[in-house]
């Protein structure tokens, strides 16, 4: 799993509000924080406090507060900067010596000092733990990691990556203490070393208690004197009552659509507010391409011939979604509508007859669509509902739904048992490659047997070697209509993001945007 396909609690979650927000200011902030502490509380848990090991949303969400990257994304942009280090980049023209220089006067939490040493240490220690629930599959190219002295660092890749800089400036590139981490195993004790803007002071299964981190020297600006992260397990209305009851001041990740909706229509007459930012988050169709009956190329464009996605949006999700028209989301340099190009928005039985007689089928085609009850959302099945009756309404299709338990799921998929199944997405970086790559090159995680020579000898090794991924918009144009044409997925619907604050509570909107980094310095009361 090169990435985060886990989990939207919602169709929400990464965010694009690059048109709510403002700059994020990158001089180097005072680490000390004034404001009242935040509580914040969130649905989804965090499964690790060791960065060698978390590859999820929540443990994420920690790893940006109490770790330091090299770089980091500010506020509203896509483009790393630095953050531990003063400076980074490639040092070649084909993108695979790339060099950073460290701050001065870097500090952990506990006083150590944070060198060159550091940094070699925590990616040589992640790959080499290699955990199966880690980040480490984000680094193939990886070759060594090399330190002249202790202000530099030097990656060394055995393949060009131009996308390494988001790659690193991600959760994965979180910085860990040399002194405080097992070089060969995971850290069980639920603590945490960081450098970052928020020192770990607690964490056990109902809580964890963030204080400001007076040895930071980096870009963020706190605004509050701490945060504490009160977990609820996936009990969405315990979550609600909380923030209504005013024992939380504020939500994140975990409020049903229906929830979000009605706080919405309230117009804040509860104490309560919904803040909405778009977001990186996707879901698309996938469709085994040996498969008997979804392997038929009519097959699949009869359906996306059919698939009504404001519909859907509508009806299941109660418009927090956005219809999705390609594999690469908007907002995300290099996005596309080739689906909508090809299919167009409204659902044509004419064209999905034709697809279908054109493949030799003239009887109803029987089809089963997959799901997983709580993985993608709560509103997966009824999504997948929704869509077979699309489907058997046209009168071409006689389709159903079986829904299993997620680790069912995945095996079920990997022994290849299901023609049409549901994925959801939630980027590691904001760049088209982490939308391409995972799911068309070699190895995709999608495990649809789905292969394409152009995509994977020409367009992702082209892409992958521009540093001006501006420049890239071609050959991801072409790509785009590639997986139009050949349908191996269906691009579904983009989240949208959402937090939901008490009256009196701020800066919720910079914390979401498509970056997927939630900014705890960014929260404050009045």
């Excluded at 009990?235 to 009552?241: G, M, N, Y």
């Excluded at 109660?318 to 989301?329: H, K, N």
């Excluded at 993985?375 to 099945?381: E, F, H, K, L």
């Excluded at 995680?445 to 082209?462: E, S």
Aim: glycine letters at 10%; charged letters at 20%.
């Amino acid at each position: 799993m090169n990435m985060r396909n886990q989990w939207p609690v919602l169709p929400l979650v990464a965010g694009l509000a690059s048109g709510l927000l403002t700059g994020c200011g990158t001089e180097d902030g005072d680490s000390g924080g004034t404001g009242s502490a935040v509580v914040m509380g969130m649905s989804d848990d965090v499964l690790a406090t060791d960065p060698a090991s978390g590859y999820d949303p929540g443990s994420w969400l920690l790893f940006n507060n109490v770790f330091q990257s090299l770089l980091s994304f500010p506020e509203g942009a896509t483009e790393p900067q630095p953050e531990a280090a003063k400076q980074c980049g490639f040092t070649d023209t084909q993108a695979q010596v790339y060099r950073c220089t460290l701050k001065d006067d870097l500090k952990f939490s506990n006083g150590d000092p944070l060198t060159s040493k550091d940094v070699k240490f925590s990616f040589d220690r992640m790959l080499k733990i290699n955990d199966p629930a880690g980040p480490a599959i984000m680094f193939p190219s990886l070759a060594s990691v090399e330190t002249p002295d202790d202000k530099t660092v030097v990656f060394q890749l055995k393949t060009s990556d131009a996308t390494f800089p988001s790659k690193i400036a991600s959760g994965a590139g979180s910085i860990v203490d040399h002194g405080q981490y097992d070089a060969n195993g995971l850290r069980k004790d639920g603590k945490a070393v960081g450098s970052g803007p928020y020192k770990l002071d607690s964490f056990n299964d109902e809580e964890a208690v963030f204080s400001v981190n007076g040895n930071y020297q980096g870009t963020a600006k706190v605004k509050n004197s701490g945060v504490t992260l009160k977990f609820f397990h996936g009990d969405q209305s315990a979550l609600k009552q909380a923030l209504l009851d005013g024992k939380v001041d504020a939500a994140y990740r975990g409020l049903s659509a229906a929830d979000i909706a009605d706080i919405q229509k309230s117009g804040g007459s509860s104490g309560v507010e919904v803040v909405e930012g778009s977001s990186a988050e996707v879901q698309h169709l996938v469709f085994n391409m040996n498969d008997p009956v979804a392997g038929k190329a009519g097959v699949r464009k009869a359906i996306a011939h059919l698939l009504d996605r404001d519909a859907l949006i509508r009806d299941v999700y109660q418009g927090t979604a956005t219809p999705l028209y390609s594999i690469i989301p908007a907002g995300i340099a290099g996005h596309t509508t080739s689906f909508f190009n090809t299919y167009g928005a409204r659902p044509s039985k004419a064209k999905a007859k034709e697809a279908l007689r054109a493949a030799g089928i003239t009887g109803k085609v029987k089809l089963t669509l997959w799901s997983t009850p709580s993985r993608y959302g709560p509103a997966t099945d009824a999504e997948l509902k929704a869509i077979a009756d699309q489907l058997n309404a046209s009168g071409l299709f006689e389709a159903d739904v079986k829904s299993v338990a997620f680790d069912q799921y995945e095996k079920d998929i990997a022994a290849g048992k299901y023609g049409v199944y549901v994925k959801g997405w939630v980027p590691d970086y904001p760049d088209a490659d982490n939308f391409t790559a995972p799911f068309f090159g070699q190895g995709n995680v999608l495990g649809n047997n789905y292969g394409n020579k152009t995509i994977t000898g020409r367009l992702i090794p082209r892409t992958a070697a521009q540093s001006d991924r501006a420049s890239t918009d071609k050959e991801y144009g072409e790509l785009q209509d590639i997986v139009a044409d050949d349908v191996p997925v269906l691009p579904v619907w983009q989240g949208k993001q959402y937090a939901v604050v008490r009256d009196g509570v701020y800066g919720l909107e910079s914390c979401l945007d498509a970056s997927t980094v939630f900014r705890f310095w960014q929260l404050h009361k009045s």
